[in-house]
């Protein structure tokens, strides 16, 4: 074959990721098909795509390339990320690949590899092997090419998600939910069909232009909408997913937004009342009313740093029950370790439910802290200024720690600083006891951090 150029750019910490038809096309994706079907040495792997305008093409490509190496590929159609972590998990699939580029705006597409149980291959893992090796183009003729096998596992997804609550514990709420043109306005519907609730939709037509707004929901701007609906439909509560549905971001009865740690809070409180003593995770930037609640409920805390990866180890190494990040990432064990926001969305459900008060009331006695979020700085030198950062402020700290960047906690304010994996930024999200701490010791940190 034609040695097609294939740029090791492309190949992220934890995902592929380019610009279709520029540094990502069809002849890309069969080699990273091939590479992929060489690389792992199993005798399936399993194909999921999102709705993106260029998924079809690269899936087609990719399983190509996974066949032409002699490995069968399971196609299994249009799916969300989570809806293929679970089939390589249930089905015992021994590799997995989601096409999709999550929340990237149009023009992007990518692909998230797993192996057997869902555990993530990521650069460390496997990744830049299958780069070397689809960069290199040295692929061993097989011999036999691998069959397709076309494959459905929707309805064993949303049955699977379903079995995490009690369906008849479940009151008859409205919910809304914005898909963004995004993969969660397949899955919505069925699993509205086994649920009393009354389900308005935003933006269910599947449609990789985005004609609506980008399905990235941890930009505030991409709220607006469900947040102005559930205030005029009168909703109990609302929720945004992302492109590839496995990221959930809930809105309250008043429209109000409920961040990561506050979801974190309401899914721990859930489950240790129905599993006590279990073990939680968080990451270092979530909200320190997380692991106050999980030790007054009698659960376990243990912080982790940022990034799935490490999450899913430290869970499986755990045996944690949840694990939850601040970006809308929630990990539980008897889904293979995997994120799930449906499955995190219907906890929710249920507990608003359960509890009969409206989501405000049940959030506000979990969570005490006042947030900046997450506020990216451009800085040539990360490393400097976070050294500069610990020498200026660290000296009235009542502890430091560097699991990944530094944290600085005041007692009734901590921050934490730490570099992006792939660009010049520093990432600063602090928290305080009130609102005016916050805002000043924010403004303090940040005048720093951009002088």
């Not at 489950?271 to 009698?298: A, C, D, H, R, W």
Request: aromatic fraction near 8%.
């Amino acid at each position: 074959m034609a040695h097609v150029p294939v740029d090791p750019e492309i190949f992220h910490a934890y995902d592929i990721r380019g610009i279709y038809g520029e540094n990502l096309t069809d002849d890309v994706a069969y080699r990273i098909g091939r590479a992929a079907a060489q690389y792992l040495q199993v005798p399936e792997i399993a194909v999921g795509r999102d709705m993106r305008l260029s998924s079809p093409q690269l899936a087609a490509a990719l399983i190509r390339g996974i066949t032409d190496q002699g490995v069968n590929a399971i196609d299994l159609g249009m799916t969300t990320t989570d809806g293929l972590y679970f089939a390589v998990g249930k089905f015992n699939f021994p590799a997995g690949v989601m096409i999709t580029a999550s929340h990237n705006p149009a023009q992007y597409n990518g692909m998230k590899f797993c192996r057997a149980q869902a555990f993530p291959i990521s650069l460390e893992s496997g990744l830049s092997d299958i780069r070397d090796l689809a960069v290199s183009g040295k692929f061993a003729e097989p011999a036999s090419k691998g069959q397709v096998i076309k494959r459905d596992i929707t309805d064993d997804y949303v049955k699977h998600a379903l079995s995490f609550v009690d369906v008849s514990r479940i009151r008859p709420l409205k919910v809304v939910i914005d898909a963004g043109n995004g993969m969660a306005g397949l899955i919505m519907p069925k699993v509205f069909q086994h649920l009393p609730c009354e389900l308005v939709p935003l933006y269910f037509e599947l449609d990789g232009n985005f004609p609506h707004h980008p399905a990235s929901p941890i930009e505030p701007e991409n709220m607006v909408d469900v947040q102005k609906k559930v205030r005029e439909v009168g909703a109990d509560l609302g929720a945004a997913f992302d492109g590839d549905a496995d990221r959930m971001f809930p809105v309250d009865e008043h429209g109000d937004l409920v961040d990561g740690s506050k979801v974190i809070a309401a899914v721990s409180n859930s489950l240790l009342q129905k599993f006590p003593g279990s073990t939680i995770l968080y990451n270092l930037i979530v909200s320190k009313s997380v692991p106050e609640l999980i030790n007054k409920l009698g659960g376990k805390a243990i912080r982790t740093r940022v990034g799935h990866s490490y999450i899913k180890a430290e869970m499986r190494q755990n045996n944690a029950i949840f694990g939850g990040e601040h970006s809308g990432h929630f990990y539980f064990r008897d889904n293979w370790f995997a994120d799930s926001g449906l499955i995190a969305l219907l906890i929710l459900l249920e507990l608003v439910s359960v509890e009969n008060k409206p989501l405000s009331e049940i959030l506000k006695p979990l969570d005490h802290g006042f947030r900046s979020g997450e506020i990216n700085s451009t800085i040539a030198d990360a490393q400097g200024k976070m050294h500069a950062l610990e020498e200026r402020f660290g000296k009235n700290a009542k502890s430091v720690d560097h699991l990944d960047g530094v944290t600085l906690d005041f007692g009734d304010w901590w921050f934490n600083v730490r570099p992006s994996n792939t660009e010049p930024l520093l990432r600063l999200n602090l928290e305080a006891n009130s609102r005016e701490l916050m805002e000043q010791k924010r403004d303090e940190v940040l005048a720093f951090i951009r002088h």
